[in-house]
């Protein structure tokens, strides 16, 4: 990404359900969407039955899986790797990990589980969670920013339950937001049946 890319462009951080949900809104909105994720997540442990769409339930390496594919679908670069660092401020960031690369983006929307040690880092304020054994959440407002401009939470990070339909609702929740603020208006992604059954283009 370019330095005049920044800030159409969006960084990930974190691959399970809330931040693939977010990474195919915004893919689909045009932006430049990099996912980075170490695959640690806590979903890879699952076996979920209340997740709508899937009627003999799913596991939770499946649904990872099927979240990864559908964000790549929709345009999202997805990258394995552990992220380290979040420096620079909104419009101008760069995203460090483990691995030795480095990401300059616009925005960044965390979406790490059970961890608000890199929004923590990057000075971000966080607060006590609220779902049992999640102890420390991002702090945001309604929308998913956190205190730090340019950085949003989305699901358990942000402080949500740990339920798989409701993180990834609300890693889309805080896309469409995130795409809403840049743009200036509401922004909204739907697709329409045609008489066919098909989609229309």
């Known amino acids: 990404m370019s330095e005049s890319e920044q800030p159409g462009s969006v960084v990930v951080v974190g691959g399970g359900p809330a931040g693939a949900s977010a990474a195919v809104f915004l893919a689909r909105a045009g932006l430049a969407?990099?996912?980075?994720?170490?695959d640690k997540g806590m979903?890879?442990?699952?076996?979920?039955e209340n997740h709508l769409g899937f009627p003999d339930g799913i596991s939770g390496p499946d649904l990872v899986d099927a979240g990864r594919k559908q964000a790549e679908n929709a345009g999202a670069t997805w990258v394995d790797g552990s992220v380290e660092a979040?420096?620079?401020q909104?419009?101008?960031?760069t995203v460090r990990t483990a691995e030795g690369q480095s990401f300059p983006t616009g925005s960044i929307v965390l979406t790490t589980g059970t961890s608000a040690a890199l929004a923590e880092a990057a000075g971000a304020a966080t607060a006590e969670g609220t779902e049992p054994h999640i102890k420390t959440i991002v702090a945001v407002d309604a929308q998913g920013r956190s205190t730090v401009p340019g950085i949003w939470a989305a699901g358990v990070a942000g402080g949500v339950s740990?339920?798989?339909?409701i993180t990834a609702g609300d890693g889309a929740r805080v896309a469409v937001n995130l795409l809403s603020e840049q743009r200036g208006q509401r922004y909204v992604d739907h697709d329409i049946l045609g008489s066919d059954g098909k989609k229309k283009t």
């Not at 740990?162 to 339909?165: A, K, L, N």
Request: charged share 15%; net charge neutral; aromatic share 8%.
């Open 162 to 165: 740990v339920h798989t339909i």
């Open 33 to 38: 969407t990099v996912v980075i994720d170490a």
């Open 43 to 48: 979903t890879r442990r699952a076996w979920v």
């Open 86 to 88: 979040l420096e620079g």
């Open 90 to 93: 909104a419009g101008a960031f």
